[in-house]
Each structure stands twice: as structure tokens, then as C-alpha cells.
T-cell receptor
Framework: AQTVTQSQPEMSVQEAETVTLSCTYD???????LFWYKQPPSRQMILVIR??????QNATENRFSVNFQKAAKSFSLKISDSQLGDAAMYFC??????????????FGQGTELSVKP | EAGVAQSPRYKIIEKRQSVAFWCNPI?????LYWYQQILGQGPKLLIQ????????DSQLPKDRFSAERLKGVDSTLKIQPAKLEDSAVYLC???????????FGPGTRLLVL
């Protein structure tokens, strides 16, 4: 069974600085998807970034980028120029590629990011 | 484009009572998911629908939980009877297909006393 591990329960960053959130996963599949979701307090889950495992190029969305290391099964999220609005719980998630697996997301435990002004 | 809608946003019930949650996915999204998020944890899939058929309900406690998606659009998740450990946020998500990105609703926060 696939598992996702986020080893940093809490992280803190100074406004305008850069922070990296870590995620590792375990799978025997060669094709899959990885995601980072953001969940602000009492607000809904928002998709931040998505990476397909068959793509070697790391995904980037504005200030958010990932470092995808397939051999190491590592998928970290880098937030550049951190803003107060980035404060939230961040979840790393895995999804299998095969149709017979459905489309369920397997989530890590989350990392709570605080941003200091 | 309207997002995923859920109601109610909050619900407080006593154990052994029943409760129902409603979800309306993004228009055109054939795949609908219900996740349970216990405080301090990541969400866990309860059930996945493709149109009005069930794709995965392996982690749904079928002795007390039920879900339906009549006509392949709206969905209802029911708990009967509720237990204390059912206190959680129930998230609905939808995607265009099983390989599409999932978009989440605001969730229903359930407290069982």
C-alpha cells in the first residue's frame, strides 16, 4: 500500500523569505501523480501544485515550485517570497495512475506553516 | 465557475442520532469523492463515485455510513447511528475524470456529543 509521510509537523518562515516543506512517499508503481494542497484555518482545501511522475521537469506555479526526486521518493515544496496569506496547513498527497485504482488521494499528516511579519 | 458546494457547514448531534451531508460538485465533473478528516490528520477517502456508480467504498464503515449519488450529480452522505469517533470534517471533492485534479468543497464540520 502507498504511504505519504510529512516529517515536519510545524514550520515557520519570515515574510519575504523562502521555505521548503518536505514530503516522502512509498510506492511500487512507476507512474503516479503527486500534489500539494493548502488548507487555511477553517477554509477549504486548495490545490497548490501537481506533478506527474513521468515528467522529469519540476512543476512550478508562480512562487511555488517542487523538487521531485523520483529515485529517492521525495517531493518537497518550495515557497519563495513568503506572504502572510501563505500561512496554512499544507498537505502532500499521492494518487495512483492505474484506472482500476480509482482516483483517491492518499494524504500525509500535514505541515502547519506560520509566516512571521 | 462555481466551486464544490456543501451543506450544512456545521452540525452538532448526540451519539446514536443520524445526520446527512449534501454535496453539489463542479458542473461537468463526473467523479465525486467523500473524504473524512479527523482533527490533526490528513483526509481519508470514504467513497468515490463515477457518475452514479461506486468506484471505491473500501474504507466506508458500511454498518453506519451510506452514500448515494442519484442522477450522477448531487450526492448525500449519511451516518446512522453516529458515534463519538465520527467527529470530523467531511470533505466533498470532484474532478472531471479519475485522473483529473480534485477540487474540494468547504467541508461539513461534525461534532458528536
Amino acid at each position: 500500500a502507498q504511504t505519504v509521510t510529512q516529517s515536519q509537523p510545524e514550520m515557520s518562515v519570515q515574510e519575504a523569505e523562502t521555505v521548503t516543506l518536505s514530503c516522502t512517499y512509498d510506492t511500487s508503481e512507476s507512474d503516479y501523480y503527486l500534489f500539494w494542497y493548502k488548507q487555511p484555518p477553517s477554509r477549504q482545501m486548495i490545490l497548490v501544485i501537481r506533478q506527474e511522475a513521468y515528467k522529469q521537469q519540476n512543476a512550478t506555479e508562480n512562487r511555488f515550485s517542487v523538487n521531485f526526486q523520483k529515485a529517492a521518493k521525495s517531493f518537497s515544496l518550495k515557497i519563495s517570497d513568503s506572504q502572510l496569506g501563505d500561512a496554512a496547513m499544507y498537505f502532500c498527497a499521492y494518487r495512483g495512475f492505474q484506472y482500476n485504482q480509482g482516483g483517491k488521494l492518499i494524504f500525509g499528516q500535514g505541515t502547519e506553516l506560520s509566516v512571521k511579519p | 465557475e462555481a466551486g464544490v458546494a456543501q451543506s450544512p457547514r456545521y452540525k452538532i448531534i448526540e451519539k446514536r442520532q443520524s445526520v446527512a451531508f449534501w454535496c453539489n460538485p463542479i458542473s461537468g465533473h463526473a467523479t465525486l469523492y467523500w473524504y473524512q478528516q479527523i482533527l490533526g490528520q490528513g483526509p481519508k477517502l470514504l467513497i468515490q463515485f463515477q457518475n452514479n456508480g461506486v468506484v471505491d467504498d473500501s474504507q466506508l464503515p458500511k454498518d453506519r455510513f451510506s452514500a448515494e449519488r442519484l442522477k450522477g450529480v448531487d450526492s448525500t452522505l449519511k451516518i446512522q447511528p453516529a458515534k463519538l469517533e465520527d467527529s470530523a470534517v467531511y470533505l466533498c471533492a470532484s474532478s472531471f475524470g479519475t485522473r483529473g485534479s480534485q477540487y474540494f468543497g468547504p467541508g461539513t464540520r461534525l461534532l458528536v456529543l
